[in-house]
């Protein structure tokens, strides 16, 4: 059975960090690429960053260009969101997803985790 787990969410005062993990099981994610999304209350679920299977290729929102970077560690399986510089409007909840293919900056991804709460406060 495939599986995401995320960990690493929180509540953090604007300004803080946080960093996120994602580790995958059931099978082997490491030649199809990953992503972060996010959704706040009330709007739709967005795409945060994706990266490539080899690490050697990222794709950022704008809005968190500069502030989040991307990982992978595929000998484990895992994959991390470092967020630096956290802004109240980063509130929601993140996913990861695995075995995405396609255009990374709008990529198809046939995983999700269940999900963890980023919480910002002002």
């Known amino acids: 059975q495939v599986q995401l787990v995320e960990s690493g969410g929180g509540l953090v005062q604007a300004g803080g960090s946080l960093r996120l993990s994602c580790t995958a099981s059931?099978?082997?994610?490491?030649?199809?690429?990953m992503g972060w999304f996010r959704q706040a209350p009330g709007k739709e679920r967005e795409r945060v960053a994706s990266?490539?299977?080899?690490?050697?290729?990222?794709k950022y929102a704008d809005f968190v260009k500069g502030r989040f970077t991307i990982s992978r560690d595929n000998s484990v399986n895992t994959m991390f969101l470092q967020m630096n510089s956290l802004k109240p409007e980063d509130t929601a909840v993140y996913y990861c997803?695995?075995?995405?293919?396609?255009?990374?900056?709008?990529?198809?991804?046939?995983?999700w985790g269940q999900g963890t709460q980023v919480t910002v406060s002002s």
């Open positions: 059931g099978r082997t994610f490491s030649y199809y690429g």
């Open positions: 990266i490539g299977w080899s690490s050697g290729i990222t």
């Open positions: 997803a695995g075995h995405c293919y396609g255009d990374l900056a709008r990529p198809t991804c046939d995983y």
